[in-house]
């Protein structure tokens, strides 16, 4: 029998006993903390080497992006955090960057967390310090004074804090139902941005509006060759025909290959989507480097067409290994790390692409890999936040900080989550100096990145490049 809607409160204070609000607080790398550019390093396992230099060109740009670069670093320092004891479904890597707006399948644009590939059950406390720290990050890269940074990191904290504490109170269908729509973000980030931010944001909007496979088509495809339909453009290193990678190869004998692949994601769908999808032919394919932290990874854009070469759909099949949290936590229920992705993501986000699916299959490098597929360019879309003034930045938190919330309320112990959380700003203090803290030690990881890249672009041990790389 399923515990009380008061037991569950009661669990939920009786946790600040054992790991009281104040103890979140600050934070100090753990004695014989791994070296980060070995951490970061051993990431590249895998991925593709003549993508590694400008991998690490994107993660060494600053300390932001290097933050956003580093969720397995940070997956390890989280480990000896204190915890409540509660668990939900996390994202893995809650930084600002990774919410943004994409169209639910009644087409009205949503805001949501949109990146999962580091998802897996753990301490709900993981996503809202990685969020804080990001925000903390993102200010000082802004450069914004302390007291500045410190409203907007408290406001993500408070927003997480006060919207679990609303979804406590809410049935379990009309939590399901709650979604975030971009006007009501554009309402609240409008009066908080200059007027270039503001002509900036509606650029944006309208941008994510538009941003759809015809769009795609039109900025991604060069046309037809030799009555073959519309191709994906060669731009390498950033996009690579597949035939360009696999030359010696016929035709015949790759279409054959790649949809043998594509059957495997097909029957991972449900059955009116599979009937959706038939009704569209496979035409082409490409290599597509995607991201930041992700640069290097087996990421891929593949193009069908419908009743014509003007009805196209886009789809991205993006490569899933292990959740960098699994070091530290139980390992996914699901064997296939493309389907943890999208079973992760189908239980946090509100509303869901409906061509989420997963497959598996061997490389060009003759290696078997996991994958997970979505659209690409499906009115995705992100707020200005190298543009917003500090007022922006802090009702932007806030709102990010509510987001995550009802994600993880769709699948943690909400009540209990809430009653430990409370209506003080103690929680929300004591995060936002772990945040700061954090935000210290990340300063200092990305300039021993920095220090140990040498002329080949690869971080190498110590500062010299012929030192050997750091590589596990």
Request: glycine content about 10%; hydrophobic content about 40%.
């Amino acid at each position: 029998m399923s515990a009380s809607v008061e037991e569950l409160r009661s669990k939920g204070k009786a946790a600040r006993r054992e790991t009281p609000r104040s103890s979140h607080e600050g934070w100090a790398p753990a004695p014989g903390r791994p070296d980060p550019v070995a951490t970061l390093a051993a990431d590249d396992a895998g991925r593709v080497p003549e993508l590694l230099p400008l991998r690490y060109e994107r993660v060494s740009a600053s300390a932001f992006t290097f933050f956003r670069g580093a969720a397995s670093i940070m997956a390890g320092d989280l480990a000896g955090t204190p915890a409540s004891g509660f668990s939900a479904q996390l994202c893995g890597d809650a930084h600002l960057s990774n919410f943004g707006t994409f169209a639910a399948p009644d087409r009205e644009l949503v805001f949501d967390i949109n990146d999962f590939d580091e998802t897996l059950p753990g301490p709900w406390e993981w996503d809202v310090k990685r969020l804080a720290a990001s925000v903390e990050i993102a200010g000082r890269d802004r450069e914004f004074d302390d007291d500045e940074r410190r409203r907007a990191v408290v406001a993500s904290v408070r927003g997480y804090r006060e919207a679990m504490r609303e979804f406590a109170g809410l049935g379990e269908l009309e939590l399901w139902y709650r979604r975030t729509r971009i006007e009501a973000l554009r309402e609240l980030l409008d009066p908080h941005v200059d007027r270039r931010a503001t002509r900036l944001l509606e650029r944006t909007v309208a941008k994510a509006g538009a941003k759809g496979h015809e769009r795609a088509l039109e900025k991604l495809t060069s046309g037809s060759s030799g009555g073959a339909g519309p191709r994906l453009a060669s731009d390498p290193p950033l996009m690579t025909p597949i035939e360009e990678l696999m030359g010696s190869i016929g035709a015949a004998e790759l279409r054959s290959r790649l949809e043998a692949l594509l059957d495997t994601y097909r029957a991972t769908l449900p059955a009116h989507i599979r009937h959706l999808l038939s009704r569209y032919s496979y035409a082409h394919a490409a290599r597509k480097v995607v991201g930041v932290g992700s640069v290097g990874t087996h990421a891929w854009v593949a193009l069908f067409t419908g009743r014509d070469g003007s009805d196209p759909l886009f789809l991205q099949i993006k490569e899933a290994g292990s959740s960098v949290l699994e070091a530290s936590l139980e390992p996914s229920a699901y064997e296939h790390h493309g389907r943890r992705v999208v079973e992760g993501q189908r239980l946090m986000q509100a509303a869901g692409d409906i061509m989420l699916g997963w497959m598996d299959g061997e490389g060009i490098d003759g290696q078997r890999r996991n994958f997970y597929v979505r659209q690409l360019w499906d009115g995705k879309g992100s707020a200005p936040i190298e543009r917003m003034r500090p007022a922006g930045l802090e009702v932007y938190s806030k709102v990010c900080g509510a987001v995550l919330a009802r994600a993880h309320a769709r699948s943690g112990e909400r009540i209990a989550i809430a009653a430990y959380l409370g209506s003080s700003e103690r929680f929300d203090n004591a995060v936002a100096d772990f945040a700061a803290s954090y935000a210290d030690q990340n300063e200092r990881d990305h300039a021993a990145l920095v220090a140990a890249i040498g002329p080949d672009g690869l971080p190498h041990r110590g500062a010299s490049a012929g030192s050997g790389p750091v590589r596990s």
